[in-house]
């Protein structure tokens, strides 16, 4: 089993970056394929970001070219990079691990002026 903690968020402007990250308890070779997802009040969960089993990469349409998904196995962490951020990025965001089907708490980003 694993464990996945959020951090990074916060109210930026619009234009702004941000740096989430997802830490997990365990392991996260290639294998567990730890995601990003949003969820904006009022709306459903939407995935944002994840890795393929080939170790690509695959975003929504609307962070392509924004967001950036990355990891670093030695310290069992998740990254999203989000840069050039909109108001309709505004969302909490959760990790989520397939492998396990665990999710993270969630962090809040809020994007506005």
């Known amino acids: 089993q694993v464990q996945l903690v959020e951090s990074g968020g916060g109210l930026v402007q619009p234009g702004g970056s941000l740096r989430l990250s997802c830490a997990a308890s365990?392991?996260?070779?290639?294998?567990?394929?730890i995601s990003w997802y949003r969820q904006a009040p009022g709306k459903l969960r939407e995935l944002v970001a994840s890795?393929?089993?080939?170790?690509?990469?695959n975003y929504a349409d609307s962070v392509k070219g924004r967001f950036t998904i990355s990891r670093d196995n030695a310290k069992n962490t998740v990254y999203l990079q989000m840069n050039s951020l909109k108001p309709e990025d505004t969302a909490v965001y959760y990790c989520?691990?397939?492998?396990?089907?665990?999710w993270g708490q969630g962090t809040q980003v809020t994007v506005s002026s």
């Open positions: 365990g392991s996260i070779s290639t294998n567990t394929r």
């Open positions: 989520y691990s397939p492998l396990y089907n665990t």
């Open positions: 890795f393929t089993i080939y170790g690509n990469t």
